[in-house]
């Protein structure tokens, strides 16, 4: 029988390399036992993935590119060879009567649409159109209600009415000029009662009739009528009563309208005079003097 201190020492180091095994196979590396990856120090930054940009950079980025995409408006064609700058002529308007035109020339896109007197027409206004034509396109109405009395016709008061037949001729005066009218702010000129139904045009829709020119007008001007005008231009004759147009001109500079009376020499009511030509030239220079 072997003695037990033989094997005493034996059993002890079997114990411990088994336990030095056991601790062995329990332990990992730092990156092994954490459940978050290991990371390093940046080397470096760089421009995000498309997948992992943020919302708002990729939106920013296509609201770009649409913008950059978006095709230019082509530019307008040339007023055409044929269009008379030097003379007034007729212009058919369908669905109306015909207007009398004396087109500007380029770069002025500027309507300036007349009113005649009732029962007249819109002749005696030839004096003073060549001079208007630096100023925008003349476009002269014509009235299409018949006086019964007397020869010629006069104007509808309904301002829907008149407006769709400004809206007919405008139509066909823009697409005589290859689109070069501006039919959103327009120049409203009148004589008589010409100049009432302009008034009340103006009233009707003020932000569309900027400028205004009112020769012997039958009444005193509204100011309630003028609220979106940035001149208003108010002639009278020497040889008519001109009382109640002067009054209305200061009731318009009273409520901070710019306003004017201008007198036409030797002029009796429904003519320009003498010195319609020259008044007139300066009627249109004063209007106009602050537009863009």
Not at 246 to 263: D, E, S
Request: charged content about 25%; hydrophobic content about 40%.
């Amino acid at each position: 029988m072997k003695a037990p201190a033989r094997d005493f020492p034996r059993a002890r180091v079997a114990l411990l390399l088994s336990s030095m095994a056991l601790l062995s196979a329990c332990r990992t590396t730092p990156a092994q036992d954490s459940s978050e990856p290991a990371t390093t120090e940046p080397q470096g930054r760089t421009a995000p993935s498309e997948d992992t940009r943020s919302p708002a950079s990729s939106d920013s980025s296509r609201a770009a590119t649409a913008h950059a995409e978006v095709p230019k408006e082509p530019a307008p064609e040339p007023l055409p060879e044929d269009l008379n700058f030097d003379r007034i002529v007729d212009l058919p308007v369908p669905g109306d009567l015909a207007v009398r035109v004396l087109h500007a020339r380029a770069p002025q896109s500027r309507a300036l649409a007349y009113f005649h007197g009732m029962c007249s027409s819109s002749t005696p206004a030839d004096i003073w159109a060549k001079k208007a034509a630096e100023y925008g396109t003349v476009i002269m109405l014509r009235a299409n209600i018949p006086c019964g009395d007397r020869p010629g016709n006069k104007w509808s008061k309904d301002p829907a009415e008149l407006t769709a037949r400004l809206d007919r001729a405008l139509a066909a005066v823009k697409e005589a000029r290859n689109g070069h009218l501006d039919t959103d702010r327009i120049a409203l000129l009148g004589y008589s009662q010409g100049a009432h139904r302009i008034e009340v045009l103006a009233g009707y829709a003020p932000e569309r009739y900027p400028w205004l020119i009112l020769g012997g007008p039958p009444e005193a001007a509204v100011p309630a009528n003028f609220k979106g005008a940035r001149a208003v231009a108010v002639l009278g004759g020497d040889l008519e009563n001109t009382d109640h147009m002067r009054q209305g001109v200061q009731l318009l500079t009273h409520k901070g309208i710019k306003a004017r009376f201008f007198r036409l020499p030797a002029s009796y009511h429904g003519t320009f005079g003498p010195k319609g030509e020259e008044v007139m030239a300066e009627v249109l220079a004063w209007t106009f003097e602050d537009s863009e």
